[in-house]
């Protein structure tokens, strides 16, 4: 059983003993270990059950303290962390020496967060390390925003949830790498394209998008599996295939008037940031309520909808 506070003094003991904490972040909650210690990057790997070709994000208090583990000399890069950073955007960087081949599994490039979450700020502050952080949930499973979410899926295996209240933005960040034509967003999430476009004063080069053979780490289609079928597409047209059975459903704004055994709605308003930070929760319930299938359509392909319409579709296959 976990324990669930807010006692950095805590965390500290534990991480400092190769023991996971698990940690709040403005995007969602992270499986923290010491990023320089091989026995607890392994942990990592084991308590989510990940596979080791994937790669784990190393989180630091200031692009700075970043510096002594990767090459952060990139123009763009400075750019954008000066604009972005705390907050919830990752660099993949030339990794220094320092950093072992485990946490990059065998990529000579790193993952370097700085997120901006209070609680997570003093503990990375106050840390003698950096801390490697995946998403807090069971491989493939659908990550936590809260610390009871956490607690649902790795509770067992975990002594300390530090609680840091729901995370505000509530998609994992958006992954972003320098190259000699520009940058490349490597997973889309809690800054849209449009933000990072603007910070730089000139469009991104790609955006890869999610696949069951992928050619970069982090791009697996099947992930964020909510334990109930997702079928995403148009809700009315879809419900006709399934009548009979116990249908849930998520939508952005608004359902049409048919009979769904539960509903999730993501913003009544229409606000894609609010809808955003409702989705991972949305899916979770939905996936317990114990129907059948949940249909789910797409949201306004823009801005922070573009993440949400590709958690939507890793969701749903
Ligand atoms: O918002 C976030 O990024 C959260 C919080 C906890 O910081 N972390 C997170 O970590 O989402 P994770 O491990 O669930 O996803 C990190 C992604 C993985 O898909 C991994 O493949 C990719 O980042 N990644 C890590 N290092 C990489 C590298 N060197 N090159 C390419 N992709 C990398
Ligand atoms: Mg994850």
Do not use: C, W
């Not at 059983?1 to 909650?29: C, F, G, K, Q, W």
């Not at 079928?231 to 008037?257: C, D, M, T, V, W």
């Not at 539960?262 to 991972?280: M, T």
């Amino acid at each position: 059983m976990s324990i669930i506070s807010n006692d950095i003094e805590h965390a500290i003991e534990l991480l400092t003993r190769d023991e996971l904490v698990a940690i709040p972040t403005e995007t969602v909650y992270g499986l923290a270990g010491n990023a320089l210690s091989t026995n607890a990057v392994v942990k990592i790997f084991q308590t989510k059950n990940r596979p080791s070709f994937d790669p784990l994000i190393v989180h630091t208090s200031s692009l700075a303290e970043a510096s002594k583990f990767a090459d952060v000399s990139s123009a763009r890069i400075q750019k954008l962390a000066n604009a972005l950073s705390p907050g919830p955007i990752t660099f993949i960087l030339p990794k220094k020496n320092n950093i072992s081949d485990l946490v990059t599994s065998g990529h000579d490039t790193v993952g370097i967060r700085i997120p901006n979450h209070p609680l997570t700020f003093e503990l990375l502050s106050k840390l003698p390390f950096p801390v490697a952080a995946p998403s807090a949930n069971p491989f493939g499973f659908t990550s936590p925003t809260t610390a009871n979410h956490v607690n649902d899926q790795l509770g067992e295996k975990l002594s300390l949830i530090l609680d840091g209240g729901p995370s505000s933005v509530g998609l994992e960040s958006t992954i972003v790498k320098d190259t000699k034509k520009g940058i490349l967003v490597l997973r889309l999430g809690g800054i849209s394209i449009e933000t990072v476009e603007e910070v730089l004063g000139e469009k991104v080069v790609s955006v890869k998008t999610s696949s069951s053979n992928p050619t970069a780490p982090g791009m697996l289609s099947s992930h964020y599996n909510p334990g109930t079928p997702v079928l995403l597409g148009n809700i009315e047209e879809n419900y006709k295939f399934h009548k009979g059975k116990r249908i849930a459903a998520i939508a952005f704004q608004q359902l049409p008037s048919l009979h769904f055994t539960s509903v999730e709605i993501l913003s009544p308003n229409g606000n894609l940031n609010e809808a955003a930070s409702n989705l991972f929760k949305a899916l979770r319930n939905l996936g317990k309520t114990g129907a059948d299938i949940i249909l789910a359509e797409p949201v306004p392909d823009k801005g922070l909808g573009k993440a949400i319409n590709d958690r939507l579709q890793r969701a749903s296959v």
